[in-house]
């Protein structure tokens, strides 16, 4: 392991460095109307770099990259091996460990050992994630409790960390992970660089992982995979999702709903994400639904993140606890309100451990 | 490992049957597969997704017997919009094929024993194939009596009337018809087939697989009345159709619980069904 300290110059110009040799895609703020909103996005040109905004956790993440919101399925295109836009190494720069759980949870399903979904292997095949955090713990987190590791993930060969409190000086440290090395240029950059005292980053992060267990209460005391049977039967499902519009905005900004559809544009096949929160996402075409009320829908997107995806991948849940969906909600359904209703009924029932 | 990439084979319809009057509105369609290798393997109660280009993918239950694997038989009901487009193509049009996808009958393992088959409407077309292939010179010693209660609306409902003469004439085979209302000309039985079972078939509770499909109210009636009769809920045997869009698992459309229906079924057991959250 190796570990730089870097002030604001440095990372720019490392940043510099990085651009030369990679499809940077890095956190942005950008103005859309009124609402000033934190993107992932291209750099284009390196004179972006000093906008790039780290501090507060981004609206959207890889997954637009790596599972688009909509793409053509070009049969064709996979089959020329060098496409020239998939030459170059993809880095994502600035990513949330809970972010990086939430790509390990992707590579899970479509790479998993029965079918693997060759769009998804060519769009995840040439990137690189640099990890990121600061002393903010980003609002309605709980990845903590989902046993996701605030300060690390093993997606990430290079961790930076950023103390807000000691701007002005030399404020960032970078990890680098035994075992990996940047392209030359990069690592001639790094050998400037000051080197970090690993103590002082450890004292760090044990400083922010206090105060972030003093923010977040939430606690979920039954064992994951919530027990399906009596999960499903036995919680009282519709007075604590009675709010719900349906409207889907928490699974789109969602970093770990992967649930798609196909749809037809000529004699062009597409793939888009589709939501477990629309009545016609089980609709047959007779009309028969098997989940015609809202609270179903909910109990199904629930419990797909807590009792069968784990059941389905080893134990893990289909959740990284990002806070997204709480933030987004326009009639603040906390998710974290519904989880507590299943954990309660579960461990008064005998059914938690 | 195999990769799947959600592409089509091509395929051409070789010949389209009108199986319904105009009410339904049940077609069957044979298909071949076009290019080099025209064979596609499957067992009897798979499924595959047709594309019809320009429109849309569904799945659909394959409704002939492997043994005879030089055409691809579906029978579709006109009911939503790949249906209706399906319906307006020709002998000759090209469609696209991928699959087969999903388990299949445990016809194997349900060798020496006796096979009784209840269908509701186009839910006789997945159980054609564990017919056909019971049925087949081959297989048919293996099995002991075949009974069948097929149920349709109307007589005019009535599917695969080329077949019929050949299941009632096969070895140790009964057929028993029924249809929802009573009408002139009509002499089989009358009624749903829940009501039918104790008084038209023979029900052993060993020895005996049932195999049940037809619309969810039909399948959940049925198997009530088969565990009224002392049938056990492994014996019971039927296959389950969802929304679904890759046919892989990975969609998450399809799931009953932590199931696939696309990967882990389409073809369960009653015992299996009792495991899992009722929502289907």
Known sequence: MRLKKLNSKDLIGLLEVLFAEYNLIAPFKVEQGRLNRVLYRFIRQDTEIPAIYLKELPETTPKNFILPRDERLDFNGLEQADRSDETRTRLFFGVRSCDLAAIELFDDVFLDEDYLDPFYESRRKSNIFIGYSNQILPPNNFQKELGIDYFDHQLAPAFLYEDLEARGRDHYYLKIKAGFEFPGAVENYLEELKTGENDQLEALLSDWEAKFAQESEFEIKSKLPFSEKIAFNQVDWQEPTASCLGCGVCTYYCPTCFCFDFFWDRSTKNRAWDSCMFSVFTEHASGHNPREEQHQRWRQRLLHKFSYHPQNYGGKPGCVGCGRCIYKCPVNLDIRKVIKAVDNSLIEGGAGQ | ??????????????????????????????????????????????????????????????????????????????????????????????????????????????????????????????????????????????????????????????????????????????????????????????????????????????????????????????????????????????????????????????NIGHRYVCKDGPVFSYQELLDMPDEF
Not at chain 2, 18 to 44: A, C, R, V, W
Not at chain 2, 172 to 200: A, R
């Open chain 2, 1 to 254: 490992m195999k990769r799947d990439d959600y592409i089509p084979a091509e395929a051409e319809i070789i010949e389209i049957i009108q199986e319904t009057g105009s009410n339904l509105n049940i077609k069957t369609f044979h298909l071949k597969l076009t290019g080099d290798k025209p064979i596609f393997d499957f067992k009897p109660g798979q499924f595959l997704m047709l594309t019809v280009h320009g429109v849309g993918e569904a799945p659909f239950g394959l409704a002939s017997s492997p043994s005879n694997r030089d055409k691809i038989v579906i029978s579709v009901k006109e009911t939503g919009r790949v249906t209706a487009a399906l319906h307006e193509l020709t002998v000759g049009d090209k469609v696209g094929l991928r699959g087969p996808y999903g388990n299949s009958f445990p016809v194997e393992e349900h060798k020496s024993n006796e096979m009784i088959f209840i269908s509701g409407g186009i839910g006789l077309a997945p159980l054609r194939s564990a017919i056909d292939y019971v049925l087949d010179q081959d297989n048919r010693k293996d099995y002991g009596r075949v009974q069948m209660l097929q149920a349709f609306r109307s007589p005019e409902d009535m599917l695969y009337d080329y077949d019929q003469p050949r299941w009632e004439d096969a070895d140790n085979t009964e057929i028993k018809y029924t249809i929802d209302k009573p009408c002139e000309d009509w002499d089989h039985c009358v009624g749903f087939p829940h009501n039918l079972i104790k008084d038209e078939i023979e029900c052993l509770t060993e020895g005996a697989k049932y195999y049940v499909c037809g619309p969810p109210i039909m399948i959940k009636s049925v198997i009530n009345e088969l565990l009224e009769l002392g049938i056990k809920p492994k014996d019971i045997i039927t296959t389950l159709e969802m929304r679904m869009s890759c046919g892989l698992g990975k969609c998450g459309k399809c």
